[in-house]
């Protein structure tokens, strides 16, 4: 085996486990990640705005706002005007997504998140400039990505 397929091997580990994982999330809930992690923002947030959900989960407010048309679609949440500004919109979960929010799995940057906190400052350097540099490498250094863990391709709102 040469010295390069390790890291490939790798690369196609950490995609397969993403797809794994939204694929348990969609079979346990009927969400795909983007739209748990909207449902959570919104649960934290208490009657946010389409912007805050936009800058918690870090996409734009367009993907957001198809995200939130397509939950209102499935009740799972609704859109309230404001009683003092109507051109203020809040985005409110409904019992429905309260109860999908509740038998979701962790997600999987959950865990790595809780690993890569406990590494030393020098190691978590060290694996975030190793893995720009791969994706340098890979001509992906341009493509826009948030750190949602989701498969699919980038920049549609179809996946999500």
Same mark, same amino acid.
């Not at 890979?138 to 750190?147: F, T, V, Y």
């Given at each position: 085996?040469?010295?390069?397929?390790?890291?490939?091997?790798?690369?196609?580990?950490?995609?397969?486990?993403?797809?794994?994982?939204?694929?348990?999330?969609?079979?346990?809930?009927?969400?795909?990640?983007?739209?748990?992690?909207?449902?959570?923002?919104?649960?934290?947030?208490?009657?946010?705005?389409?912007?805050?959900?936009?800058?918690?989960?870090?996409?734009?407010? %367009?993907?957001?706002?198809?995200?939130? /048309?397509?939950?209102?679609?499935?009740? =799972? $949440? *609704?859109? @309230?005007? +404001?009683? !003092? #500004?109507?051109?203020?919109?809040?985005?409110?979960?409904?019992?429905?997504?309260?109860?999908?929010?509740?038998?979701?799995?962790?997600?999987?940057?959950?865990?790595?998140?809780?690993?890569?906190?406990?590494?030393?400052?020098?190691?978590?350097?060290?694996?975030?400039?190793?893995?720009?540099?791969? %994706?340098?490498?890979?001509?992906?250094? /341009?493509?826009?990505?948030?750190?949602? =863990? $989701? *498969?699919? @391709?980038? +920049?549609? !709102? #179809?996946?999500?």
């Amino acid at each position: 085996m040469r010295d390069y397929d390790d890291i490939l091997i790798a690369l196609r580990r950490i995609t397969r486990a993403i797809d794994i994982q939204s694929r348990r999330l969609l079979k346990s809930t009927g969400l795909t990640t983007s739209q748990l992690l909207v449902l959570q923002a919104i649960n934290k947030l208490n009657h946010p705005t389409p912007s805050a959900i936009a800058k918690e989960v870090l996409l734009s407010q %367009a993907t957001v706002t198809t995200i939130v /048309d397509r939950m209102v679609g499935h009740r =799972l $949440v *609704t859109r @309230e005007r +404001g009683s !003092t #500004d109507r051109r203020t919109v809040t985005i409110l979960l409904t019992d429905d997504a309260r109860e999908k929010l509740a038998q979701a799995p962790e997600l999987l940057q959950a865990g790595f998140l809780r690993e890569f906190r406990k590494l030393p400052d020098w190691q978590r350097n060290m694996l975030i400039a190793s893995l720009q540099h791969i %994706a340098e490498m890979m001509d992906a250094s /341009d493509i826009d990505a948030s750190p949602i =863990l $989701v *498969t699919g @391709e980038l +920049g549609k !709102t #179809d996946n999500v």
